[in-house]
């Protein structure tokens, strides 16, 4: 049967279950919940290197859902667990070949749990103090979650692009469901889907046949280049685990990022004698000297296939208007679609400043030359025969969605450079203002965009599990 046809008919399946009509059961019935977690969390400051605090209220929620493994990695991302049955326990996992198969363990109910209980929320869930706390929880032994089996990643980043000191307060529309607030949309739109996802299996008594990775990962913005995906793919215990990831990030339903744009950020530093401005006229100036090598990249011509851009963010140096300056700095960022051209770029650009200072260096005025990678994306793609694709595009015909495959900079990018299948798909609902403080996102439809997560990740799931389903 060829690989899309075979997709649309196990989503068709999995779209009938029981198990799976709960899940979608409580998705419809708790949007408000979902909507006082997204108000409760986007109020916790988490700037690039500072996302602790909102990692320390992740842990709550993961340990009120009843999830396992929950802990801090090294690098700081939340992490907790979705396992399958013990080998020993008669086990009602997922499958797609028979309806019966989707059947649930003894039902949670959220509300009997004494951590989900307060009296200041319609939704029953306890509110934090705060000034949030890591909760006391046993960190898993390292070497047993290596060589546990494939589990499949579902992530979203904690971090924003705001200062800790950036006034967060929240703003509701009298007549409109939207909400206000730096951050709102990215990324607390997708930390909230996170947790509704996991809350809906929970609900649903969901057994995954392997282990579903729930991570609330920090340094995905800016100068974080993606340090707590690459500590999970890279450096951490689940490194050699992950089979597939799904990352959620934004709003939106249809959209799904299959192209990583890849990236690379640099210091770049000028150092001279500096001096007076009269007494040592004609001493090189570092700030010129930056502007002539800017001015000359400037004028490259780059390519539009693979698109190729360049970019000066910031730029400093001196101390007054009759000083040579000692130093001056600039901040670069060139992206392509295509790593070759991008590291080609990249090598260009090093040898304009390294020829202009060269030929203003003396014995007697010497200059430095220092620049810096402060940033490194690498640029993939997801092939188009990928199944993870196929499902993905199967879950839209089943919604009736028209799949909008982009291409973008997200925490996907790690796992796509490495060969492994990875999605960015939006949370649902619509945002603007992003990375400004007019920042807003209304949650209408957000319903759909979870359905379509719940059943691409079910679906994946199986597929890892049984690849010959």
């Not at 800790?164 to 703003?171: G, N, R, W, Y």
């Not at 974080?224 to 799904?246: K, Q």
Request: with cysteine; charged share 20%; aromatic share 4%.
């Amino acid at each position: 049967m060829p690989a899309t046809a075979s997709a649309q008919r196990r989503i068709s399946r999995l779209a009938t279950l029981t198990a799976v009509h709960r899940a979608f059961h409580w998705l419809h019935l708790h949007q408000p919940q979902l909507r006082q977690w997204q108000l409760e969390l986007v109020r916790i400051p988490a700037p690039p290197f500072g996302e602790s605090a909102r990692a320390a209220w992740f842990l709550n929620r993961f340990q009120e859902l009843g999830l396992t493994n929950i802990h801090l990695d090294d690098a700081g991302n939340a992490l907790a667990e979705l396992q399958p049955e013990p080998a020993s326990t008669p086990s009602n996992n997922i499958s797609t070949e028979a309806a019966d198969s989707l059947t649930v363990r003894r039902a949670v109910d959220f509300s009997q749990s004494p951590q989900l209980q307060r009296t200041d929320s319609p939704c029953g869930i306890r509110r934090d103090p705060p000034h949030l706390a890591q909760p006391a929880i046993a960190s898993p032994d390292s070497s047993q979650l290596r060589k546990a089996p494939p589990c499949i990643l579902l992530s979203a980043h904690l971090d924003t692009v705001f200062p800790a000191d950036t006034p967060i307060h929240p703003t509701e529309e009298k007549d409109s469901p939207r909400i206000h607030a730096p951050g709102i949309c990215d990324n607390a739109a997708g930390l909230t889907a996170l947790l509704a996802i996991a809350a809906a299996l929970r609900f649903a008594n969901i057994t995954p046949p392997i282990p579903i990775l729930f991570a609330a990962n920090v340094g995905e913005e800016g100068e974080g280049d993606l340090r707590g995906m690459r500590h999970l793919f890279e450096r951490g215990p689940y490194r050699t685990r992950i089979a597939s990831a799904l990352i959620l990030e934004g709003g939106g339903t249809a959209a799904a990022i299959n192209r990583a744009l890849g990236s690379l950020r640099f210091r770049v530093t000028i150092n001279g004698p500096g001096g007076h401005s009269w007494a040592d006229a004609g001493t090189p100036n570092p700030i010129l000297l930056l502007s002539k090598a800017l001015t000359e990249i400037a004028t490259l011509e780059l390519p539009t296939d693979p698109l190729t851009t360049f970019n000066v963010g910031h730029i400093s140096g001196g101390t007054s208007i009759n000083s040579i300056p000692e130093s001056a700095s600039a901040l670069l960022d060139l992206r392509s679609t295509d790593s070759t051209q991008l590291i080609s770029t990249a090598t260009r650009v090093h040898q304009i400043f390294d020829d202009i200072v060269t030929t203003q260096s003396t014995i007697y005025t010497p200059l430095k030359l220092h620049i810096e990678t402060i940033g490194n994306r690498p640029a993939a793609t997801l092939p188009d025969d990928s199944p993870l694709l196929h499902t993905l595009r199967a879950v839209d015909r089943h919604l009736s969605l028209r799949t909008e495959l982009r291409l973008g900079s997200t925490d996907a990018n790690i796992p796509l450079s490495r060969d492994i299948p990875a999605l960015a798909l939006g949370s649902g609902g619509i945002g603007g203002g992003i990375h400004t403080l007019q920042e807003w996102y209304d949650p209408t439809a957000r319903e759909t965009a979870l359905r379509r997560i719940l059943l691409t990740l079910l679906d994946t799931l199986q597929t890892t599990a049984n690849p010959t389903h």
